[in-house]
């Protein structure tokens, strides 16, 4: 791949949809496409050159992996496409779990393309390495209360060490030393991530996607769910630094001794701002915390549990913000579910 001259593209997407990346100076047909299947969602890179001009882009894809069949239809279509067009060997870069759960389905679907499996982890930190040196404006801190939120970050080769939580269902947790194949460790991970906040959503509310779970948390107040530090201190706890606004306990005022609750005496945007901060909140911590112990300050969040979402960006910076006191920064990614994608892509 010739990325001289990458830039995201800023062409109009819908709220959740990602961004292409365009390659003006890749003149040849790139004839593979790259999968990550994940245990919630799966995702999709692949190129295509320009009709009308040099040059080309790389295009991402999202499906939910419980309608797998509908993402490898997609694929389908696409290397039907680019063999009528080039007629090369058309090759599948397959990584995640899925990569492994489905090979013999897509093994079956795609006769006559290779199918080859990539380890996981290692397409992880290829994708971030590329993201994070290669493509500007791509990296950024997020805080809500700066009159623009978001901050791009200049793009660098200096950046190690670095640490990765990349929140998909679970949250593994990378440490990394360099941009060689073996210059990372997973050191710690937790099983309450995306998947878990989408579980519990899908319980405790109607809506019918993670992105209208995300979509209707924007509506919701937290303070008729969660027991806050005003609630029982009636002011700010100074001594101790907590504000009366800091939550005390998630969905601590769900529980009335004596009284069976549910979920109709709530408002599902209440529940899911409160499942939301909840969740986020508990990987900010963790997040900080391995950090602290391996002495890092530069932190990158990855995964399809963050989609631009504002209000998981400012939990999750506020948590290292506050547990660091400002000596840690949190970074975001305008490409975070795609990480594996692009990294088994560039393999």
């Known amino acids: 791949m010739n990325i001289v001259g990458a830039c995201v593209s800023e062409a109009f997407h819908s709220a959740h949809e990602t961004r292409d990346i365009l390659l003006p100076n890749q003149t040849e047909h790139v004839s593979q496409i790259a999968v990550d299947i994940g245990g919630t969602l799966a995702k999709i890179t692949y190129f295509t050159l320009f009709a009308d001009r040099k040059g080309g882009r790389l295009h991402f894809k999202t499906f939910e992996t419980e309608k797998v069949d509908e993402c490898i239809d997609y694929i389908v279509k696409l290397l039907k496409d680019a063999q009528h067009h080039y007629g090369s060997q058309q090759i599948l870069k397959a990584t995640g779990g ?3 759960l489905y090979y013999n389905k897509l093994r079956f679907r795609l006769p006559g393309v290779i199918v080859q499996k990539e380890d996981e982890m290692e397409c992880l930190i290829t994708g971030l390495n590329f993201f994070i040196t290669e493509i500007p404006y791509e990296v950024f801190t997020y805080n809500e209360l700066d009159a623009n939120p978001i901050r791009f970050e200049e793009r660098s080769k200096n950046v190690y060490p670095y640490m990765l939580v990349n929140i998909g269902s679970g949250v593994g947790i990378f440490k990394v030393d360099g941009p060689g194949p073996n210059d990372f460790s997973r050191i710690s991970g937790t099983s ?45 706890y100074s001594k101790l630094g907590l504000k009366s606004s800091k939550i005390a306990s998630s969905f601590g005022k769900v529980f009335r001794k004596g ?12 529940i899911a701002k409160s499942l939301l901060f909840m969740v ?8 900080y ?4 112990q391996h002495g890092i300050k530069r932190i990158y969040f990855g995964g399809c549990f963050i989609r631009g979402h504002p209000i998981t960006m400012n939990s999750l910076s506020y948590a290292i913000n506050f547990w660091s006191k400002g000596e840690m920064k949190a970074l975001f990614l305008r490409h975070e579910g795609h990480l594996g994608a692009i990294g088994a892509y560039l393999r």
């Open 289 to 292: 915390l391995n950090a602290q």
């Open 280 to 287: 986020s909140n508990n990987i900010g911590q963790i997040a």
């Open 192 to 236: 309450l991530g995306g998947g878990t906040l989408w579980g519990l959503l899908s319980l405790l509310t109607d809506a019918p996607s993670f992105d209208d779970m995300l979509e209707i948390s924007k509506s919701g107040d937290n303070r008729n769910i969660d027991l806050l530090v005003g609630d029982i201190y009636g002011s700010d």
């Open 259 to 270: 009284a069976r609750q549910n979920k109709e005496d709530f408002e599902s945007a209440d």
């Open 98 to 100: 899925g990569a492994h």
